[in-house]
Structures are given as structure tokens and as C-alpha cells.
């Protein structure tokens, strides 16, 4: 048996309780979370999990700033299709396998990604992850097929196309099927609902109609704040979905943004006002809820993934609110360590 103890303020629980004391892992899990005084000034934090990141555009960073949300991702031919097509597959590869590097280094213990190209683009993805902790999910598009190697499906929107045979498929298959919605404008958002969606990507344009539904039907939303501001197509109802359904954060598109889900919190509570344990929950504990995952959570027998905040840090050295500190003040500099147990 393996053993190790972790001392500093422990961000413990589904509540994310700031409790000073001792961390202990055994055999990859946590044995005891231990209330104490304790000398260090770490901060022990669950992984975050980004819930939608299309890491494939990779490969062109910062391209086409001043391009409409349609020229840039619309199928099939916006600007990051053009680009995947064009793409040499080792390139590829490299680029998602370096933002994978990245997001690992950045305390992320998973993403939930709608990868492009079909059974090709999954497999690209496979070899791009291979040599990780992280747990990268795939959301295969395309054929209905992909679902035969990816761990669930990413629809690009409702007004792009027939999803019915892939949710068919899917649910056959008992993998997750997600989609987008809302971004632009409300145009689409029945008609995704309608697909009876395990996720929502975007969400920022509901009307009451939709509220409603959202709220019966207890639909999970995943919110891209950074991505939608650059785009310019508004800012999700944050307030209201909390009132109604499960909110989690993703990074989106890596053309347009920085996989960091430290921005993404610091957005969501600079920019949209949301409460920093909110914006910490959606980060942890409600993403890994969407999936039913058992991290995103400290608490004894939960594997232990996890990062440990340098309390001491230049940066936040001198900080008296652990979860104001971690939303929207750390950075990734200040991580001392990573650490993913698997699951």
C-alpha cells in the first residue's frame, strides 16, 4: 500500500468547504480528510474539468478574429473546417497533444471534447491523449458510426441537420449524446431539446419557453462565457440556468481561446457577476455531475485528482479567501503540483 499526506486548505466536499488540515491518499484515493492546524499555506483543490472544448483547431491559434461565429465554425465550410481539411495529420495530432499538455499542466483532470472528422478524427485524438493523465473524452461527429470507437456524440446544432439516428444511436449504444444551442439566437433551441440532449452547449439566448423546459426536463448546460463574448453573440442567463439545472464551464473552441479554466472562472465572476463558489462549482463538481463522474470532488474514497496551489506564490501569497483566490486570482504558474489517480 502507497501512502502520502498533503497538508494546506483542503477544498473538500461537494459544498467545496475550505478546511485547513491534512490530505491523505492511499492506493490513489483519499483515505481521510483531517481538520488541523497545519504550517503550509497550499491550497488543495479538486481537478477542474472543462465540459466542451474543440481542441482540433489547435493547429491555427487567433485565426480569423474578426469573423462572424458562422464563417468561423459553421459545417462545412467555415474557416476551422477549411483548416482541419487542410490539416497534415501528424501536425494535427501535435497541436491537440500539446493543448492536452497544457490543460494537464493547468489542473484539468478532464474535457469533454466535440472532436471533427468522424472515426479518423477520434482515432487523431486517441493518439494525441495516449500518453496523458488527463482523461480526454471524445464526442465524435459526423456518421452516426463514430459512436463505435468515440465515448459519446457532439452535434454541431440543430439547424445544421438531422440528429434523430444519431441520438438513436447513442442511446443504443448508452453513450452520452450533446449539442449546441442558443448561441446565435433561439432559433434552434427547441428543436435541439426535442433530441433529449445528456448535455447543452452554449445556451445564451433562452427564452421563458425554454427556461421552462430546461427546468423540467433538468437538461444540463455547459456555458463558454469567454468564447461567446469574443464573438460577440451576448452572455448566457447564468443567474437564471443556476435557478433552474446543472451549469458547467468549457473553454470552446482553442482558435479563440486559451483551454484555462482559470480565465473561464475569472470571466464568469469579473465579467457576468456569478458568486466565485458558483463559478468554482461549475468548474468541478457540477461538470463532473453532466457525466456522473466520481471526480471534481475531495472527499474520502473519491480517487485522488487534484492540484495543489502554491499559497506562497508571488501571486497569492497573502490571500484569505481560498475560493476567491482560486477563481480569480491563481494562475497556472502557481500550481506546485498535479495529481490524477486513475479512476
Known sequence: MTERTIEGTIIAGERLEPVEGRLVIEDGHISAIEEASVASSSIICPTFINAHTHIGDSIAKDAGSKLTVEALFAPP?????????????????????????????????????????????????RQASASLELDAIAFGRGD????????????????????????NVALS????????????????????????????????HP??????????????IVCCPRSNLLTGVGTPPIEELLERT???LGTDNVLLNSPSMFREMATMVMVLGVDPLDAL????????????????????GRPARLFVLDGGSDNLVGTVDPIRAVTCRAEVADIDEVSLAPI
Open 281 to 300: 462549482r461549475m468548474a468541478t463538481v457540477d461538470a463532473a455531475a453532466i457525466l456522473d463522474r466520481p471526480d471534481g470532488v475531495l472527499e474520502e
Open 246 to 248: 446543472l451549469v458547467a
Open 77 to 125: 465550410d467555415g474557416l476551422k473546417h477549411q483548416l482541419l481539411r487542410r490539416a497534415d495529420s501528424e501536425e494535427l495530432i501535435e497541436a491537440m497533444a500539446a493543448t492536452l499538455r497544457f490543460m494537464q499542466r493547468a489542473g484539468i483532470g478532464a474535457c469533454y471534447d466535440f472532436r471533427e472528422g468522424g472515426i479518423e478524427g477520434v482515432e487523431q485524438f
Open 144 to 167: 452516426p458510426s463514430v459512436l463505435e470507437v468515440a465515448d459519446g456524440y457532439g452535434a454541431s446544432g440543430a439547424a445544421d441537420g438531422s440528429f434523430e439516428a444519431a441520438r
Open 173 to 204: 449504444a448508452e453513450k452520452p449524446f450533446a449539442i449546441h444551442a442558443g448561441e446565435v439566437d433561439s432559433g434552434d433551441i427547441n428543436a435541439a431539446l426535442d433530441l433529449d440532449p445528456d448535455f447543452v452547449v452554449h445556451m445564451v
Open 207 to 220: 427564452e421563458p419557453l425554454h427556461l421552462e423546459r430546461i427546468e423540467d426536463m433538468r437538461v444540463p
